[in-house]
């Protein structure tokens, strides 16, 4: 009797450690899910709040896309619905530059409604855009007889994306970006852009002992050498 006695308390014993664990764990979770519910809330405000300051409407339904990890919104308002896109205010600069430039060329894609670059304490930059009608090309089934024509349609629009052109060469000029919203190029030729960058994988190259100093040497003295190949590409 003694020694099951024993036992018993062992096992008490040792079993306590565990539930304890368990109710910490169980704790942090739901710490978690109520952290992700306010958080959600405030972004929800955070969106109302920007639509109503930009578009001067009250929103309605607001929806977070389910495949964009709550980063965009599509919210209905009573002038119709409108896209919020989070992001980075330097890659929504960008992206609200190529959206007005193609719109420009007769490309059906979203018009910018506003955007704001600075951050939030609930977002990052966003751009607030209208929707385009259509449905998700994962979503498109397309009959074996419209397939030519459709391709016909899209090849003109990528001539026309294609025919949008920047000033400069090389990376966006991110200075020039932000002061004027306008993208050009860092260099102001091409082979000047293919050097620059060239010169800065190398850099990391060499930085990381991937390639040897003499190696390195030998690349830049050989771009130097026929450099002249480049003069003129577009």
Known sequence: TQFRLILTLLRVILDIPAQWLDRREKRAEEAEKVGARVDERGKIGAVAEAVETHLGVRPGRIV??????GSIWEIETSAGTVILKGGRGRLLMLESWAYTKVREAGVPVPEVLALEAQATPFLD??????????????????PRRRRRS????TGELLRRIHGVVAEGYGWPDESHLEATGDVRGTQPSWSLAVQERMD?????????????????????????????????CR
């Open 200 to 232: 800065s994988i190398l850099s990391v190259l060499e930085r990381q002992q991937v390639l040897r100093p003499e190696t390195v040497g030998g690349v830049r003295a050989a771009f130097e050498r026929h450099g002249e190949a480049l003069q003129g």
């Open 150 to 153: 459709l391709l016909t349609i």
């Open 125 to 142: 930059g966003y751009v607030i855009t209208t929707k385009v009608p259509g449905i998700p090309l994962s979503e498109l089934e397309v």
């Open 64 to 69: 977070a896309l389910p495949e964009s990890h």
